[in-house]
T-cell receptor
Framework: EPEVTQTPSHQVTQMGQEVILRCVPI?????FYWYRQILGQKVEFLVS????????KSEIFDDQFSVERPDGSNFTLKIRSTKLEDSAMYFC??????????????FGNGTRLTVT | AQSVTQPDIHITVSEGASLELRCNYS??????LFWYVQSPGQGLQLLLK??????LVQGIKGFEAEFKRSQSSFNLRKPSVHWSDAAEYFC???????????????FGQGTILTVHP
């Protein structure tokens, strides 16, 4: 069964550094998402992306965050200047576009970001 | 605003015993409801979903859930738990405003399931 793949599985960075989290969604999917889960807290929606633009973003997704689909397969989340509170597990997810309401959201295994 | 409450943070059951994980939601329209499972080091795997129709839905791994509109609940059940079911379980409500909103999920806090041999 096709999978959403995320790299790296664990990223350690220093405060103030830029990080890029990478995702390869399922190939025929058109809707893309990032979620995050701070340790001990709920999984939270960050952003949705379709047709090369952001569809919706949460309050968490401020100017420090950006997303991009640089080619036909990758979907990236960039954090420009990381803060300690950005430490979390980041999940990428994708979904087919057409008749989307009853198609499942497929999640990757996540990237654990640790900011020191 | 929509929300999901999972009242039980941690549940312990014996292998072979029945299981029920509780989920209550708050959503202004007809909800799309999901249960996901997360094993350590793994991503979120969809167990089952409810969109419409039969309020008792069957999922993978022998799980089922029942949508009760009057109680705003979507409890997950399994008649006989296996040791491999030990994991964290998340209930979620999906948005139905069209387009990418169908993939915008609001999650509960999660329930950790421990299975004793």
């Amino acid at each position: 069964e096709p999978e959403v793949t995320q790299t790296p599985s664990h990223q350690v960075t220093q405060m103030g550094q830029e990080v890029i989290l990478r995702c390869v969604p399922i190939s025929n999917h058109l809707y893309f998402y990032w979620y995050r889960q701070i340790l001990g807290q709920k999984v939270e929606f960050l952003v949705s992306f379709y047709n090369n633009e952001i569809s919706e973003k949460s309050e968490i997704f401020d100017d420090q965050f950006s997303v991009e689909r640089p080619d036909g397969s990758n979907f990236t989340l960039k954090i420009r200047s990381t803060k300690l509170e950005d430490s979390a597990m980041y999940f990428c997810a994708s979904k087919v576009g057409l008749k989307s309401y009853n198609s499942p959201l497929h999640f990757g295994n996540g990237t654990r970001l640790t900011v020191t | 605003a929509q929300s999901v409450t999972q009242p039980d943070i941690h549940i312990t059951v014996s292998e072979g015993a029945s299981l029920e994980l509780r989920c209550n939601y708050s959503y202004g329209a007809t909800p799309y409801l999901f249960w996901y499972v997360q094993s350590p080091g793994q991503g979120l795997q969809l167990l089952l979903k409810y969109f419409s129709g039969d309020t008792l839905v069957q999922g993978i791994k022998g799980f089922e859930a029942e949508f009760k509109r009057s109680q705003s609940s979507f409890n997950l059940r399994k008649p006989s738990v296996h040791w491999s079911d030990a994991a964290e379980y998340f209930c979620a409500v999906g948005h139905n405003a069209g387009g990418t909103s169908y993939g915008k999920l609001t999650f509960g806090q999660g329930t950790i399931l421990t299975v004793h041999p």
